[in-house]
C-alpha cells in the first residue's frame, strides 16, 4: 500500500479543490435551459447535487450576510409553483404567508415570493431546524423555464436582504433564455 507525505496529500486537495471551484460571480450561471448574471459583489460558493449554484450576499452593516442557492430537478421535477411557495413559508415560524407576484422575463412566467419572520434555518437530509433565526427574510423567484422550472431563494438578516433586493432584482431580470 502506498503512503503519502501530509505535504503531498495537502497539495492534492487544494488541486482538487481549485479545479472544482465554482465559475466567478462576472460570469454568468446557467440551468434549465436559462442563464442569468451573478450581481457584483456576490461570490461563488460550493454547488452539490441539488443546489445548482450558492452565492454568499454581502451583509448589511452589522448583520451577518445572506445567502442565494438556485435549484434545478430536470424537467417536471421540484414540485408546483404553490407547494414550493408555501414550504417556503414553513420554513418560518408560524408559517406565515407569503408576498406574491408574477411577472414576465424573457417571455418566460416569473413567481415572486417574500416572507420574513423567524427563519427555522432548515438543513440536512431531513431539512430539520438547525437553530431559529429571528428577523430573517427570503426572497424567492421561480423560473418557468425552458428545461423545467429554476428556483431562486435568498435568505438572511432582514435588513441584509433589504439591501441584496436591488441585486436579486437584477438577476431575475438578466434571466434569458440559452
Aim: charged content about 15%.
Amino acid at each position: 500500500m502506498q503512503q503519502h507525505r501530509p505535504a503531498v496529500l495537502a497539495v492534492s486537495i487544494l488541486l482538487v479543490a481549485a479545479v472544482s471551484t465554482p465559475a466567478p460571480p462576472d460570469v454568468p450561471a446557467a440551468a434549465g435551459g436559462i442563464r442569468w448574471t451573478v450581481p457584483t459583489g456576490w461570490t461563488a460558493g460550493k454547488t452539490n447535487a441539488m443546489r445548482v449554484a450558492t452565492y454568499a450576499v454581502p451583509a448589511a452593516k452589522g448583520q451577518d450576510p445572506g445567502e442565494c442557492t438556485v435549484f434545478f430537478f430536470g424537467p417536471g421535477q421540484g414540485g408546483g409553483i404553490d407547494d414550493n411557495v408555501e414550504r417556503w413559508s414553513r420554513q418560518f415560524e408560524g408559517s406565515p404567508p407569503a408576498r406574491r407576484s408574477q411577472k414576465a422575463v424573457a417571455g418566460m412566467g416569473v413567481t415572486l415570493a417574500e416572507v420574513e419572520g423567524t427563519y427555522l434555518n432548515p438543513g440536512g437530509g431531513l431539512m430539520v431546524s438547525q437553530g431559529k433565526k429571528p428577523g430573517y427574510r427570503l426572497l424567492g423567484a421561480i423560473v418557468e423555464a425552458p428545461q423545467g422550472r429554476v428556483f431562486f431563494k435568498v435568505t438572511g438578516p432582514a435588513a441584509t436582504i433589504a439591501g441584496a433586493r436591488g441585486a436579486f432584482d437584477s438577476l431575475v431580470g438578466s434571466i434569458v433564455k440559452k
